[in-house]
């Protein structure tokens, strides 16, 4: 029976306690809709654009959750062969229970991002959603190496990243500050020259969700806020984008 290596352990234990409602408490409110709305449909555009229509594409999801990206990809895409890991049971159970549902072609496996069960060069994409932020700085290198290693010649890692700027003001400035270490909490938001250094260069920055987005979405609405994530691709809008992805070619 596979067991989770010790950094992993926590987050396993926390999933297994809350895995019941986890897709309602973390997507439930429309602001979170709209992100993961905005998400596929990014992660269309990248995969579009690197690959065409082209049929049959190996693609792997780590640490696939509920599945909701699974799905995505499986009903998007031009007959796909998809793969989704995850250490997890409760995820995969509810993985499984989406796959059924929408009888798609997905398969399951449970696995730590450690250590891949899978051939070296098996996949034409690895992606991994609002999951390696969970990692210290060298675990996260170390993930993105096995990430490389399953992935073909020329082919594509994408990694969600939670943005600094607005976080390490909170942690300055806030009360928060005094409730959280700084290294711990930080950790989850890695600086531009950490991603530099997990990623390697050559990548491509995508924002996915904009800090406030509740507010802005509340107030201007989906269209504005749709128009305007696209424009936080410029370099001196970075520091307001709360998420997003980023993309190199192997």
Same mark, same amino acid.
Request: charge should be neutral; proline fraction near 4%.
């Given at each position: 029976m596979m067991s989770a290596p010790p950094p992993?352990?926590?987050?396993?234990?926390?999933?297994?306690?809350? !895995?019941?409602?986890?897709?309602? %408490?973390?997507? !439930?409110?429309? @602001?979170?809709?709209?992100?993961?709305?905005?998400?596929d449909e990014e992660l269309t555009r990248v995969?579009?654009?690197?690959? $065409?229509?082209?049929?049959?594409?190996?693609? *792997?999801?780590?640490?696939? $959750? +509920? !599945?909701?990206?699974?799905?995505?990809?499986?009903?998007?895409? +031009?007959?796909? @062969?998809? +793969?989704?890991?995850?250490?997890?049971?409760?995820?995969?159970?509810?993985?499984?229970?989406?796959?059924?549902? %929408?009888?798609?072609?997905?398969?399951? #496996?449970?696995a730590s991002c450690h250590c891949l069960p899978f051939d070296t060069g098996t996949f034409d994409v690895v992606v991994a959603t609002r999951f390696i932020h969970q990692f210290t700085h060298a675990d996260k290198m170390r993930i993105v190496e096995e990430f490389d290693r399953v992935t073909k010649p020329g082919g594509l890692i994408i990694v969600e990243f939670y943005g600094r700027?607005?976080?390490?003001?909170?942690?300055?400035?806030?009360? *928060? $500050?005094? %409730?959280?270490?700084?290294?711990?909490?930080?950790?989850?938001?890695?600086?531009?020259?950490? #991603?530099?250094?997990?990623?390697?260069? !050559?990548?491509?920055?995508?924002?996915l969700r904009l800090v406030g987005s509740r507010v802005l979405l509340s107030v201007f609405g989906q269209g504005f806020v749709r128009r305007l994530t696209r424009l936080m691709r410029f370099p001196v809008l970075k520091a307001m984008v709360d998420e997003y992805f980023v993309v190199r070619r192997k």
């Open positions: 992993l352990q926590k987050q396993v234990h926390k999933y297994r306690d809350v !895995g019941a409602t986890y897709e309602e %408490r973390r997507y !439930g409110s429309e @602001h979170m809709e709209f992100y993961r709305r905005m998400r995969l579009q654009a690197e690959f $065409g229509s082209r049929p049959g594409l190996e693609i *792997l999801e780590v640490g696939c $959750g +509920t !599945g909701p990206t699974l799905e995505h990809l499986a009903t998007t895409l +031009t007959q796909p @062969h998809i +793969t989704g890991a995850d250490l997890a049971d409760e995820m995969l159970d509810q993985s499984r229970q989406r796959i059924d549902d %929408r009888e798609l072609d997905v398969g399951l #496996v449970k700027f607005f976080e390490s003001l909170q942690i300055r400035f806030t009360s *928060l $500050g005094k %409730r959280k270490s700084k290294e711990t909490y930080l950790s989850h938001y890695p600086s531009a020259r950490e #991603v530099r250094e997990i990623i390697a260069a !050559g990548f491509v920055f995508r924002p």
